[in-house]
């Protein structure tokens, strides 16, 4: 069976993003959509990202139109999330988190929690240091409310 670490995905800037980089570090994955009720979410994304990076957290955002609310194109995506919501975290190019075409990190995702379908946008994966899936968190999970699971995972608790 693949684990996290065997998946690649492509930011916005074309560049790959192997998942072997994160190794040794928590990983928080988010599927994100501009125009969705919950964008807002990306500022408390960012806080978490900003106070925590140092400490060895990564934040992912794989943007899907798969909820119809996500901006026609990376770039666009990209110009949107920084300039409204400040994101410096790494936003990959657009992916299917369901059905015909779903990426395969999310069918990883998906089966290693034990849940299904992906529901809405800002579903939330934390993944630990040692690369297994701690938890899922819904949608309209604030990231603020997240945060002891994050520093637990640090080792900051």
Not at 105 to 127: D, P, S, V
Request: aromatic residues 10%; proline residues 5%; charged residues 25%.
């Amino acid at each position: 069976m693949a684990t996290i670490y065997d998946f690649t995905e492509t930011e916005m800037s074309g560049n790959p993003i192997n998942f072997d980089q994160y190794k040794g570090k928590v990983l928080l994955i988010v599927n994100t959509a501009s125009k969705c009720g919950l964008a807002p979410q990306l500022e408390g994304l960012e806080k978490l990202y900003k106070d925590y990076h140092e400490q060895g957290l990564e934040v992912l955002g794989l943007p899907s139109n798969q909820f119809h609310q996500e901006l026609d194109s990376d770039e666009a995506t990209s110009d949107y999330c920084k300039l409204h919501y400040g994101v410096t975290f790494p936003m990959t190019t657009h992916v299917k988190v369901n059905g015909d075409g779903e990426d395969p990190l999310f069918t990883y995702l998906k089966k290693t929690a034990g849940h299904g379908r992906i529901k809405w946008n800002y579903t939330k994966f934390l993944i630990g240091k040692d690369g297994n899936v701690l938890a899922r968190f819904a949608p309209t999970t604030k990231p603020e409310k997240i945060e002891p699971a994050i520093k637990a995972a640090l080792g900051l608790d």
